[in-house]
């Protein structure tokens, strides 16, 4: 008998390349994505290649103070809509009563109501704690393109064509981390163990 996979399962095989090897580093989504689309307009297999965001940072704009009039207002509208939207279904399916437009006025009311009773509790129950709105972000530092072993080459003589200063320095950067994880493999190797008692 055997077993589907899950869904994380089947997502993490979609995201997951057999052997990846680095194509580039880049300091934005944007050129990350302009080198993969250079490679998709050359007919790169580019099913094949993966953008890996690293060194990942939230970020959170505070958009102003959250006051008590602002939740009620933010609460009145935010439930007025839910009343509208349900009124406007019950209204639908309501042929026979003829109440359509009452039916639709008096769910806004009730929407309103309930959204304003409702975020005023939540705004109470929170004591205080956090008196502003904002906005938050995850992006990442740095964006790294890899592409599977088998097609390593190709993607990186296309992109020496793309851009041959930026490839060059691609294969100095790469270098350069090889030859630093290459020193510290060598550094903890060399470094004496203390005796176990």
């Not at 994380?8 to 680095?22: D, H, N, Q």
């Amino acid at each position: 008998m055997s077993t589907q996979p899950n869904a994380m399962a089947r997502s993490r095989a979609v995201l997951a390349l057999e052997y990846p090897m680095s194509l580039g580093r880049y300091d934005t989504y944007a050129k990350a994505q302009k080198a993969v689309d250079y490679l998709s307009d050359h007919e790169f297999p580019v099913q094949n290649v993966l953008i890996v965001g690293t060194d990942l940072k939230q970020l959170e704009r505070v958009t102003g103070r959250l006051t008590r009039q602002r939740v009620a207002i933010g609460g009145l509208v935010s439930g007025a809509w839910l009343g509208l939207f349900v009124g406007l279904i019950f209204s639908l399916f309501d042929s026979g009563s003829g109440a359509g437009i009452v039916g639709v006025v008096l769910t806004v009311a009730f929407g309103a109501i309930f959204g304003l009773v409702w975020a005023l509790i939540g705004y109470a129950l929170t004591g205080g704690n956090r008196d502003f709105t904002s906005v938050m972000q995850v992006v990442a530092t740095q964006y790294e393109v890899l592409v599977e072993h088998k097609f390593a080459a190709q993607a990186r003589e296309l992109l020496t064509k793309m851009d041959p200063m930026a490839a060059a320095q691609a294969q100095v950067d790469a270098a350069r981390e090889t030859e630093r994880q290459r020193a510290a493999a060598e550094q903890q190797t060399q470094t004496p163990q203390p005796p176990t008692a």
